[in-house]
């Protein structure tokens, strides 16, 4: 099983934390969870001396060649200065990564980079909410979404600002290597695997939903009983609302439903047992709280894109440093 190579573009002028968190999720040997575990490469993308906002020097042997045959690119945020006139190099070096298959992500104001290469026409597209409406005006022919921390069309994901970088950096960890290795590694980074909502939350005063101030309570209540068949009403109570009230104040603090969050999280609980379990698909669909294996296997692959099985073959197949595919003859 080959190393995985994250390029990662560095212009002058970087914020400290969107270096850093790259920096941390893909540059630290976790080999000990898989094995091998990825290759960072800071990459320059624009003539030395480079420096953070912070006055830190920046000192690496990649440029943008070695950007280029990156399995994955990750444009870092960048300076104003950069936002307004992108290095036609880096333009050029992240246009052709991209036409030969490589994965390209933008952290934060990296998303201008990715507009300027032309990845997002015709897509929706996130970056921080304050460069929301100069990048909306910029470049009309995007569809800026301002509310998710990231975006994710597969071959190209941008990212929302600072702490974002976070999500969207353990989200592709997810995507690599499932749920368990992603969850261990905010574990030891100690943040939450995943985030709720969306940056609206930071962007206005959150309602407060709660004789507690905060969802969060009632939020745990239910992930510790998934396999339970929750209803609004039932989370209502918990949470000391009216049915209605609940429903509203959910909404407008995590930006969905609560049946749409119930489905995540038993979505997401079903791809660890997947992943760590022998348990049957019969057994997680009611450990999960899907109603039956039926509703399970619908759910799971309306929102992964593949079948429990399927996922299952694969994320064991990778946990065991074997490669990507199953064998020949490996049953589905």
């Not at 575990?37 to 953070?52: G, I, K, S």
């Not at 998710?148 to 597969?154: F, K, N, V």
């Not at 985030?195 to 939903?209: D, L, N, S």
Request: aromatic share 6%; glycine share 8%.
């Amino acid at each position: 099983m080959s190393r995985h190579v994250v390029g990662l573009a560095v212009t002058d002028g970087t914020p400290v934390l969107e270096l850093a968190v790259p920096c941390e999720v893909f540059g630290t040997d976790r080999s000990d969870l898989v094995d091998p575990w990825y290759e960072l490469r800071l990459c320059a993308a624009e003539p030395r001396p480079l420096r953070t906002t912070a006055g830190l020097s920046i000192d690496t042997p990649w440029g943008l060649d070695d950007l280029v045959e990156a399995d994955t690119v990750v444009v870092g945020a960048v300076a104003r200065a950069v936002q307004l006139a992108p290095p036609p190099e880096l333009v050029d070096a992240v246009r052709a990564a991209h036409g030969l298959g490589r994965r390209i992500m933008s952290i934060c104001s990296g998303a201008y980079v990715l507009a300027a290469a032309g990845l997002l026409d015709g897509r929706r597209a996130t970056t921080h909410w304050m460069n929301g409406p100069d990048f909306a005006h910029r470049f009309p022919e995007i569809d800026y979404d301002p509310v998710p921390l990231y975006i994710d069309h597969g071959d190209v994901i941008t990212s929302a600002g600072t702490g974002s970088a976070i999500d969207t950096c353990l989200h592709l960890v997810r995507k690599d290597h499932g749920a368990a290795v992603a969850n261990e590694v905010a574990r030891r980074m100690v943040v939450p695997p995943h985030r709720e909502g969306g940056q609206a939350q930071f962007t206005r005063p959150v309602p407060q939903p709660s004789r507690n101030g905060s969802l969060a309570p009632v939020l745990e209540w239910a992930r510790d009983h998934l396999h339970e068949p929750l209803t609004v009403p039932r989370l209502a109570q918990v949470a000391h609302l009216s049915e209605r009230t609940f429903a509203r104040r959910f909404r407008d603090t995590l930006g969905i439903t609560p049946l749409q969050w119930l489905l995540q999280q038993r979505v997401r609980l079903a791809q660890e047992l997947l992943e760590t379990t022998d348990e049957s698909i019969e057994d997680i669909a009611r450990l999960a709280g899907f109603a039956t294996a039926a509703t399970f296997r619908y759910h799971f692959g309306r929102v992964t894109s593949v079948p429990p099985q399927t996922y299952r073959h694969v994320f064991r197949y990778r946990a065991n440093g074997r490669g990507d595919r199953p064998e020949q003859g490996d049953a589905e």
